[in-house]
């Protein structure tokens, strides 16, 4: 039984045996035997190390003095025994890595290969390092920086600087912001980072690189030179969570920030201009109605007090004058009632908006709306699988009340008219084209179907349009306002109207609702 080492000495051979067998690389020592005309004709094995033997997968007494074409058969190995050649032949040392399938395991390695000349010029020292692992971390890393550069390199607009401790520039690339004096990232590399930052955003950056390697991170929108960029300074972590770097992101938003900037100026334009509007509709109808109240009484005082001394055309006249203010009337009320139907802009103004039912809205308009059906001996169904939305009461009872109205209204002569009020839920993206609908949401779908005289679909949007009419007033009485203000209230409540119609058929006109207060409202 072999001793250990401190109980008495070994011989040197042995000593070299135990150093061989410990070294983390295979080692074989291959000695060349030459035929007559000097080429070499085989390599025997003369010594195999430990490792050698595991990677291998023979026992060394297996293969020490045998040739290595008996021991290795397979013709993989090629270049390896022309290496050898070549390093036995030349006396120079050869160094590279070789891709290798093990042919016991069957598996994959990548060796760095030595091969070393000894002896009198017959014998080579193959060590062999298994570098698998260090070759797939290097790939990984080689595939990471190269996904890295194409990123910040095909991204338009992208700009990436990175930096190392001492905030010197590891890398930089893309389009660089006007931040920085250079307009060369390449010229960049090695420079510390503030010294290539314009005079008056140094001690900033100063403070967001150094705070950033410390595992501070910062995201913000910045502007220099006519670029609007979004920002993000932070540091890299390696996979131990130890900063190594830290890196700089530059998107350049300008032509957003630019578009943003004129849409932002359109909506504020438009919101002026339709307060403006809203005011001058108010008080043009508030201040209308007073001379109006005075016409009305002074006529009926003519009618009254004057009847003995006016002929029947005079009587006419009187009736067709109360008769012209009446409906003067009626067109200053419901225009006061449209400029009265803003969106609510605040918490306080959507007060009003509650879960409603709109079977039961619906239930009590029949009721109201009882004399005219009747008098038009028109058939009105309200359907039962209606679904609530949340909303202001007066103004969907409004939308409802109008669209029933013309439903009956713009009937046939010849035909009983027939309105179906019925009602489904939708989901947002099957509702049709409108800028405000939540595509993610679901809506309440309310359709007013008749049998009535129709409309042609060129007139389609003209309709919902404030006094947009397409008969004249012998024909059919109103004023115009009742769908532009449908379309108000829908729009209101985020939601959207659409007709669809035949002309001699029948119309029917759709309401989508959301089931939910959109953000607009709450905001
Ligand atoms: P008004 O009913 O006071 O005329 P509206 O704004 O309610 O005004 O309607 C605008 C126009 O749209 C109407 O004048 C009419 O020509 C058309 N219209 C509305 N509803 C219907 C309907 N159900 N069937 C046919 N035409 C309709």
Not at 283 to 301: N, T, W
Not at 312 to 327: C, N, P, V
Request: aromatic share 8%.
């Amino acid at each position: 039984m072999e001793k250990d080492l401190g109980d008495r000495p070994r011989s040197s051979d042995s000593l070299w045996q135990v150093a061989l067998d410990q070294s983390a690389s295979g080692i074989v020592i291959y000695e060349a035997d030459r035929r007559d005309d000097g080429q070499i004709d085989a390599l025997w094995v003369r010594l195999v190390n430990r490792r050698a033997e595991d990677i291998i997968g023979l026992a060394r007494q297996d293969m020490i003095n045998q040739k290595a074409a008996n021991l290795f058969p397979s013709a993989q190995p090629t270049t390896l025994w022309e290496n050898i050649h070549h390093v036995i032949n030349t006396g120079k040392p050869h160094r590279s890595e070789l891709f290798y399938q093990v042919s016991r395991t069957h598996k994959d390695h990548w060796f760095d290969l030595c091969i070393e000349p000894v002896g009198d010029g017959q014998c080579a020292v193959v060590s062999f390092t298994d570098i698998t692992a260090l070759k797939s971390t290097t790939q990984a890393l080689m595939g990471e920086a190269i996904l890295f550069e194409t990123l910040s390199t095909t991204v338009p607009g992208m700009c990436v600087v990175v930096v190392d401790h001492n905030q010197q520039i590891l890398f930089a690339n893309g389009e660089l912001p006007g931040l920085y004096s250079n307009r060369h990232p390449e010229e960049m590399i090695g420079q510390p980072i503030i010294d290539t930052i314009i005079p008056e955003f140094k001690a900033d950056w100063k403070r967001y690189v150094g705070t950033a390697l410390n595992g501070e991170q910062h995201s913000f929108s910045d502007h220099w030179g006519g670029w609007r960029c979004e920002c993000y300074v932070g540091p890299v972590r390696n996979e131990l969570g130890e900063i190594t770097m830290g890196i700089c992101v530059y998107r350049n938003v300008s032509e957003q920030y630019r578009q943003q900037q004129t849409l932002q100026r359109m909506n504020n334009d438009l919101q002026r201009s339709n307060k403006s509007l809203e005011q001058f509709a108010y008080v043009a109808s508030h201040d209308l109605q007073e001379p109006l109240r005075k016409i009305k009484s002074f006529g009926d005082v003519l009618a009254e007090r004057y009847a003995d001394q006016l002929d029947e055309a005079g009587h006419d006249l009187i009736r067709r004058m109360q008769s012209a203010a009446d409906r003067m009337n009626t067109l200053i009320r419901n225009l006061l009632n449209y400029a009265r139907l803003t969106p609510p802009t605040d918490v306080s103004q959507q007060a009003n908006y509650r879960l409603i039912s709109l079977i039961d809205l619906l239930n009590d308009l029949q009721t109201d709306l009882e004399v005219m059906v009747n008098e038009h001996q028109a058939i009105l169904k309200v359907g039962t699988t209606i679904p609530m939305v949340p909303g202001d009461p007066t103004q969907l009872r409004q939308l409802f009340q109008n669209l029933i109205v013309n439903a009956i209204k713009f009937s046939r002569p010849d035909i009983q008219p027939k309105v179906t009020v019925s009602g489904s839920l939708i989901r947002g993206v099957d509702v049709p084209e409108f800028p405000t609908v939540d595509r993610t949401q679901e809506y309440a779908i309310v359709s007013v179907q008749d049998n009535g005289i129709g409309i042609d679909p060129k007139d389609y949007e003209k309709i919902f349009g404030l006094f947009s009419r397409l008969h004249g007033r012998q024909q059919f009485a109103g004023s115009g306002i009742g769908l532009a203000t449908c379309k108000r209230v829908v729009e209101n409540h985020g939601g959207t109207i659409a007709v669809e119609s035949k002309v001699g058929r029948g119309s029917t006109f759709r309401v989508y609702l959301p089931l939910h207060v959109p953000e607009q409202i709450v905001n």
